[in-house]
């Protein structure tokens, strides 16, 4: 798993482990697009949550897009699928579709995990 | 298309259909795709399918101010938008007037990790807002199986595509899938069961060498409609559909003539030349003049102002053109002037169908009155005699039901019956001529018959036939004790009758000289006879007259002497008398 070594720090990451001793909120940016407050939804959320409190504590940041509110967002992203998690940062962009109540394929779609 | 056919294209009560504005589609779909409900087209790769979609939305946007959307599963906006600029649709502009959404959706499926639950509502989604944001009436989905490649459960797919085509017609939108065709399938995927309403299959068939684009409506529920297969093609003003079938024998018939533009060849034509709106073929062996027949009807039409369309299937413009300037016909100056228009091509460039089909549309363009087709023999290189024929008749039936007067050059092969015309085609036409070459003495000449003219009194003599450096001359043949002559054979039989003519006139002038010199013989010696004979009598009535003088002098003698002797009168008188009576008949 390569990835265009931008930082030095991000390098790191690359080893897939995670790196839970600096403090860095912007390093996993992640962005969850759900559409309303379905029981999927919640679902999807409350499993992300957990995992980066598991795996990335205090490194990452959740935002969470409702498309039913802004169906143009939609594009940016190419989301066709929901629950759809993209990983924005750090890059490539990586998208993992579905309620994420797979914990190891998540990690494994976030590159937390090596496959 | 007439009026007639037109009616046939009703929709049926109840089922609200859509036009879509593609020429000819709406034809053989009797009024369009099923207003709001998704119709299905399949085809094979390169089968025009995103063309059709594409050309659906922007008529559509353009023609009935319905906007559109059109999602794409394979090309970028960009891509799109280039590709069909080409074909004069400019989505940029559509799209900034809004009338026309483009959206990609790609998915990368290296990118993608799937756990757990999920459904495709964001696609839902981001197809509402596009409909919702312009209200558009039609969309287009290019294509769903894209679907199927990007995401791993199938299962999914399939159930969210059952829930997008409730969820289109809910919306009311008028809807096109495309589909790529399987094997055994209409799609790969099985689009097929999800769209019961309307499938179209697009096709691209190679056959010969020639490859020929055709549609099918598969399937369209609630409404009848034609299900042949139509060829259609794609040009520079996109899509065009042509539902060419046999329109059947309902044409007008005109008593209106035209002229063949051969003087004598009207003449021959009960002087009128042929009906309008008939069909005319012109048969002979190579070289006979057939074109140049065609030449000279065309140039008679441009002359009378009307627009004439030259299908020219073995020359170019530019030869025919010269060729025809060397026996004196100028086609050039009425291709200036707009009024005739040529279409060169090879038989061979496309198939039998879609010659067909560009001479409608480029008929339906040009609205000539005059349509010349040189040769149809030629179409025998793409299909064989039973569809030539079957599309000739087709050809035929729309000149007539236009009123359009039509020209077929045959080419018949010096070996058979000349009467045989290769695509036997003949009883369809309304008037045939001959054109053949007579071989004798060592040259060839050609003769020309007319073997019919429907409703016309039409002379049954074969005539010469000359090109001359003013265009086509017809003669009488000699016809006389010695056959039918022609060529140098003709002049010959002409120059001898004139010889003999001269001698029979020389020969009756000697005889009336002949006749002078003795009348005037004859009355030169009647002259010297009465001459002769005045002469003669003069010397009579002078000989009479002395005799008188004598006899008088006797009688007075007499007189004197019997006075003398005093005798008595009696005798005397006698004498006189006698005297008198020879006077009167010399006088006489």
Known sequence: ?115 | MSRQNRRNFQPLKGLQKERTGIPGFDEITRGGLPAGRPTLVCGSAGAGKTLFAMEFLVRGATLFNEPGVFISFEESDEELATNVASLGFDLNELIAEKKLILDYVFIERSEIEETGEYDLEALFLRLGYAIDSIGAKRVVLDTLEALFAALPNEAIVRAELRRLFRWLKDKGVTAVITGERGDGKLTRYGLEEYVADCVILLDHRVQNQISTRRIRIVKYRGTSHGTNEYPFFIDEKGLSVLPITSLGLMHKAPTEHVSTGIERLDTMLDGQGFYRGSSILVSGTAGTGKSTIAAHFVAAACQRGERALFFAFEESQEQIIRNMRSIGIDLEKFVKKGLLEFHNARPSAWGLEVHLALVHKLITEFNPTVVVVDPITNFLAVGDRMETKSMLTRLIDFLKSRQVTGMFTSLTSAASEIEDSEVDVSSLMDAWLLVRTIESNGERNRGLYILKARGIAHSNQVREFLLTDHGIELIDAYIGSEGVLMGSARSNQLAREKVAELERGQVSARKQRELRRKQELYEAQLQALKSQYETERDAILMELDEEQKRLKEAADQQLEIARLRKADNRGMKIDENGARKARKGAAR
Not at chain 1, 30 to 40: E, K, N
Not at chain 1, 57 to 85: F, S
Not at chain 1, 100 to 115: A, C, F, K
């Open chain 1, 1 to 115: 798993m390569k990835q265009t070594p931008t930082k030095k720090q991000r390098q790191k990451s690359t080893n897939g482990r995670p790196q839970a001793t600096s403090e860095e909120p912007d390093r996993w940016n992640l962005r969850l697009y759900v559409a309303g407050q379905t029981p999927r939804s919640v679902t999807a959320f409350r499993n992300l949550k957990d995992i980066c409190e598991e795996y990335l504590k205090g490194q990452y940041h959740i935002e969470v897009v409702d498309l039913m509110e802004n169906p143009t967002l939609a594009r940016g992203d190419q989301i066709l699928a929901v629950p759809t998690l993209v990983r924005k940062l750090p890059q490539p962009i990586r998208k993992i579709i579905g309620d994420l109540s797979n914990t190891e394929r998540v990690l494994v779609g976030l590159d937390i995990q090596p496959r």
